[in-house]
C-alpha cells in the first residue's frame, strides 16, 4: 500500500513542529549563520580596540573600544562591554556601557544592563534588566548620540521619545 499525504496535512504539521530554537539551545547561533557570517568573541577572550564585522556579532568575553557589525550584535550573559556598538539589530543580555546606535531593534534582555544611550527604531526592555539612559526613537535608524545630543542642546529635539527607564 503508498501512503500520500495531502499538502494541506503536511503544511499543518510542518504549523504544528516545534521551531528549532526549541528542539536546539545551540540554534540561535546556527541562525544568525543562516543569514552570513557569524564573528564570535569567545568567553576567556578579551578585545582592547576596533572590531568590525561583515555579518552578524556574538559576544561572550569582554571588549572594550568600538563595535561595527553589518549584521546584529548578541552581548551573553557572562559579556562585559565597554564601547560604541553601530549594527542593525543589538541584544544585550550581559554588563553594557557605551552607546547603541541601531537600525532595528534594540532588546535589553533580564539580567542585563546598559549604562549608556541607545538610538533605535524600537526598545524592549524585559523585567529584570537596567538601563540607565536615553532613548532616541529614530524612526530612519540614521541618527547618531551625538546628532540627538547637538538637537537637544539647540532646543530642536527631533526626536519621538526620549526617557529614563530602570526595570527592577
Do not use: Y
Not at 51 to 65: E, M, N, P, T, W
Not at 115 to 122: A, E, L, M, P, Y
Not at 140 to 148: E, Y
Amino acid at each position: 500500500m503508498i501512503f500520500k499525504r495531502d499538502d494541506d496535512e503536511a503544511d499543518a504539521v510542518e504549523a504544528t513542529a516545534p521551531a528549532p530554537e526549541a528542539t536546539n539551545p545551540k540554534r540561535k547561533g546556527a541562525e544568525m549563520a543562516d543569514n552570513g557570517e557569524v564573528t564570535i568573541v569567545g568567553a576567556g577572550a578579551r578585545l582592547d580596540g576596533n572590531l568590525v564585522s561583515a555579518g552578524s556579532l556574538r559576544i561572550d568575553g569582554q571588549v572594550k573600544g568600538q563595535i561595527n557589525a553589518d549584521g546584529d550584535v548578541s552581548l551573553s550573559p557572562q559579556s562585559q562591554v565597554e564601547a560604541d556598538i553601530r549594527a542593525q539589530n543589538v541584544s544585550v543580555a550581559g554588563r553594557f556601557k557605551g552607546n547603541i546606535v541601531v537600525k532595528g531593534k534594540a532588546h535589553l534582555a533580564r539580567g542585563g544592563r546598559i549604562d549608556g544611550n541607545i538610538t533605535s527604531k524600537s526598545l524592549i526592555v524585559e523585567e529584570g534588566g537596567t538601563f540607565h539612559g536615553q532613548s532616541i526613537m529614530d524612526a530612519s535608524g540614521s541618527g547618531s548620540p551625538t546628532q540627538a545630543d547637538a538637537r537637544a542642546a539647540a532646543g530642536k529635539d527631533e526626536t519621538k521619545d526620549a526617557e529614563q527607564v530602570k526595570v527592577p
